[in-house]
């Protein structure tokens, strides 16, 4: 009588331990899993409107020629070192490192191309009903040694025992063994996507294939060795040789990238490089081509960043002579009439930026919003409000541009509309307890049904679940 409930207590306690075992095992080595977890964490997220534009240059044909033009693929950079890019939902993340360590643009397009293949593909909800199967197979492998482990215990026989251990491990190196097999699977077939993307362009392949001669040589120089069984992606050498005939089978197989393509990638690369990675790196880029338009780029960031306002002012004037129509070269003369305390001049040289981006990206604008406000006059203000607005229309989750809003907003009265704006700032910041407050303290003077007072009521509202969006 006392065996029965021994064994039902047994196998509860291992089925649950196996179910929490192969979740982390499995998370551990699916590479989305450890996405979504990341951008939930937050992620370290890198905003500039010269990159960002750049990169959805690079990614608009590719993801046209993938079917997701009209898919609302959001392009996030991470402020990350490493060569890396992964997908989440609808989210496309690019390490700033992997932008710096590419040496042209069709590296990137290879890259973008890649995880378009994933995206295309719906390898990411595939992979979830990977991930269900493994985790079955886990557990009912685990309850299948468990009840060999009791039925050992209870007639004292240990080879039965051990042989219920054994099954119970075995079952998890199964189910591990499956997704990463299955994930390889889907990388060969995002490798062999992009492909077809990047011919559908008429772009190289080329890029990819440098890609994963890189990563090859980076497994080369530290002298590890890998179980090919036990990764979740191909092999490099296998990826290239898998890539190689098609490639080279290409008829864009010698295209190369515009040279003005090639020039603002050089100059997105130097710019990294100045504000996160140091002098020395910039100067290991300017090495190359000392008088090129991107080292003269990379020389008045370093000396704004670095040394005199003075003097990176008639660098940037002099970059502006050669290219007035490029609206990042007055973003940087509005960042250093900023810090030298000129806010009249730097909202006109941020004014001239806006006027002069193609892509209307709303971070511009909040620049020139917050230009304006340090102004301090009223009617300054008031159009800082409008200018803010405008970023927030073509940015909706930028939350630093929502507290600029309430402090706009505060300075000129208007509570209510202060209140809202700064629980929309708490709400993109992922601070839902405070943005319900600011939430509730901006119905309280707002009329009942209006457009402001229904938006707050959606912050009130929202639970996990229902995610505003």
């Known amino acids: 009588m006392l065996s029965r ?79 890396n890019a992964f997908v989440t939902g609808r989210r496309l993340f690019i390490n700033t490192g992997a932008l710096v360590a590419a040496e042209t643009p069709n590296e990137i397009i290879g890259v973008i191309a890649h995880e378009a293949g994933h995206i295309a593909g719906g390898h990411q909800q595939k992979l979830r009903d990977q991930l269900d199967r ?92 890998l179980d090919p069984y036990r990764i979740s992606h191909p092999m490099p050498q296998e990826r290239i040789a898998n890539l190689e005939a098609l490639v080279k089978a290409s008829p864009y197989v010698d295209n190369v990238d515009p040279p003005t393509l090639q020039q603002r990638h050089d100059m997105m690369r130097i710019k990294i490089a100045a504000y996160m990675q140091g002098q020395a790196a910039v100067s290991r880029l300017m090495r190359k081509n000392p008088t090129s338009l991107a080292s003269r780029y990379g020389d008045a960031q370093q000396t704004y960043l670095y040394g005199n306002p003075g003097a990176a002012l008639t660098k940037t004037a002099a970059l502006i002579k050669e290219q007035p129509k490029n609206p990042y070269f007055q973003e940087l003369r509005g960042d250093i009439l900023m810090k030298v305390n000129k806010p009249k001049d730097a909202a006109d040289a ?63 009265g208007q509570i209510p509309a202060a209140d809202l704006a700064t629980a929309e700032g708490h709400y993109y910041s992922a601070d839902y307890k405070n943005a319900k407050i600011f939430a509730m303290r901006a119905q309280q003077k707002l009329k009942r049904g209006e457009p402001g007072w229904l938006r ?13 969006k």
Request: hydrophobic residues 45%; positive net charge; glycine residues 10%.
């Open 5 to 83: 409930p021994r064994t039902m207590i047994a196998r509860s306690k291992i089925a649950r331990a196996a179910c929490g075992f192969a979740t982390l095992l499995l998370a551990a080595v699916v590479a989305v899993s450890a996405s979504v977890n990341a951008f939930a964490q937050g992620v370290p997220v890198v905003r500039d409107a010269e990159i960002e534009a750049l990169v959805r240059d690079y990614a608009r044909p590719i993801f046209k020629a993938a079917g997701l033009a009209n898919d609302g693929i959001d392009i996030v950079l991470v402020n990350d070192q490493s060569f």
């Open 134 to 225: 493994a985790k079955t197979m886990a557990i009912i492998a685990t309850l299948l040694g468990a009840g060999a482990m009791v039925a050992g215990a209870t007639t004292n026989s240990r080879g039965l025992a051990g042989a219920g251990m054994g099954v119970a491990a075995g079952g998890g190196e199964m189910a591990q063994r499956s997704i990463l097999a299955y994930q390889r699977g889907e990388e060969i077939t995002a490798d062999r996507s992009a492909i077809t993307y990047l011919n559908a362009t008429g772009q190289s392949g080329m890029g990819m294939l440098k890609t994963f001669g890189r990563f090859q040589s980076a497994l080369s120089l530290s002298g590890t060795q």
């Open 350 to 412: 941020y004014a001239k930026a806006v006027s002069l981006d193609p892509a209307r990206s709303g971070l511009l604008m909040v620049s020139l919003g917050q230009a304006l406000m340090a102004v301090g006059t009223p009617d300054s203000v008031k159009k800082a409000v409008t200018q803010l607005n405008n970023g927030i229309g073509r940015d909706k989750e930028n939350a630093e541009a929502y507290r600029y809003l309430a402090q706009a907003y505060g300075e000129l």
């Open 456 to 468: 707050a009521q959606d912050i009130i509202n929202y639970t996990p679940s229902n995610k505003l």
